[in-house]
């Protein structure tokens, strides 16, 4: 019996600990292509999370 309690103590901790959010930055790379303009769409009407940040690639090729 002490096993299980203590087991479920340990799930319980485990559980508790991994529920933390961390509010880290998410970089996203792009560069310039028809099909990444909904995200920066979103951004200008404020749906994109403030913890995205987009980075654009711009090829210097012509």
């Known amino acids: 019996m002490n096993f ?3 087991l479920f ?3 319980f901790i485990i559980l508790t ?3 933390n ?3 880290e ?3 996203v790379g792009t560069n310039v292509w028809p099909g990444y303009e ?3 769409i979103a951004r200008e009407i404020g749906k994109l ?3 995205i940040k987009l980075y654009k690639k711009y ?3 012509t």
């Open 25 to 27: 930055i998410l970089k």
């Open 4 to 6: 299980l309690k203590y």
């Open 17 to 19: 600990y991994s529920c």
């Open 38 to 40: 909904p995200i920066y």
């Open 59 to 61: 090829n210097k090729e």
């Open 9 to 11: 103590i340990i799930i």
């Open 49 to 51: 999370d403030k913890n």
């Open 21 to 23: 959010q961390k509010n």
